[in-house]
């Protein structure tokens, strides 16, 4: 299966925002955004940015979607082909809903993994039920009443418990107990509380043309 390579940070640095890529890193002032808030490359420092285009606007912003729920290009775009297919909400709030629906990005915003890409690799490794059955397919949607819980071991990963210890906010479509690991989908998400750091009408619009 294709992957990134690149450094993460670079992202960030290379869009002018943080995606959050490296979790607690990213708060801390080991933060390579904070340290160099400058394009990366050789001409990065130079205070100079090439004129973007009405187009790279665009690009950028469906960038920005792409990496800050690690998805590679092909399969971001199926998750637009499906939002644009229905009438009932607009297309920008749909495939925000889509996205947030995913298994790693629930765990992700449960707090139990730091990052969406550690949390990718717990579903991975089979730690995870939803309605009591094993799932390790990072881009399984949840839906309104599922429930989630995990295998009791992952309470004791170093990784975890440090991320819990952080007390990041949950989600108002999701609950959480601390004490059991158990979350349930309450509701759907709403775009207006994810703080997503892009705009999804520019992504709209990039793919419309």
């Given at each position: 299966m294709a992957r990134y390579l690149e450094s993460s940070c670079r992202k960030c640095r290379r869009y002018g925002t943080k995606l959050f890529l490296k979790g607690d890193r990213c708060a801390s002032e080991k933060c390579a955004f904070e340290k160099r808030k400058y394009a990366p490359?050789?001409?990065?420092?130079?205070?100079?940015?090439?004129?973007?285009?009405?187009?790279?606007?665009?690009?950028?912003?469906?960038?920005?979607?792409?990496f800050y729920y690690g998805l590679m290009e092909r399969q971001f775009e199926r998750y637009y082909v499906e939002a644009s297919?229905?009438?009932?909400?607009?297309?920008?709030?749909?495939?925000?809903?889509?996205?947030?629906?995913?298994?790693?990005?629930v765990i992700y915003r449960l707090g139990i993994a730091p990052s969406r890409a550690m949390s990718r690799q717990i579903v991975l490794h089979r730690k995870v039920f939803v309605n009591g059955h094993y799932v390790n397919i990072p881009s399984y949607r949840v839906k309104t009443g599922d429930i989630i819980t995990f295998k009791p071991e992952l309470k004791e990963n170093i990784y975890v418990k440090h991320s819990m210890e952080r007390n990041v906010a949950i989600p108002e479509w999701l609950t959480f107990d601390p004490n059991s690991y158990r979350?349930?989908?309450?509701?759907?998400p709403d775009k207006a509380n994810t703080n997503a750091p892009f705009n999804d009408q520019l992504i709209v619009e990039f793919y419309s043309k």
């Open positions: 490359g050789q001409h990065g420092n130079t205070g100079r940015r090439p004129k973007v285009t009405d187009f790279g606007i665009h690009l950028v912003e469906k960038q920005k979607a792409k297919s229905q009438r009932k909400i607009p297309t920008g709030d749909r495939l925000v809903q889509l996205l947030e629906l995913r298994l790693d990005n979350a349930e989908v309450t509701s759907m």
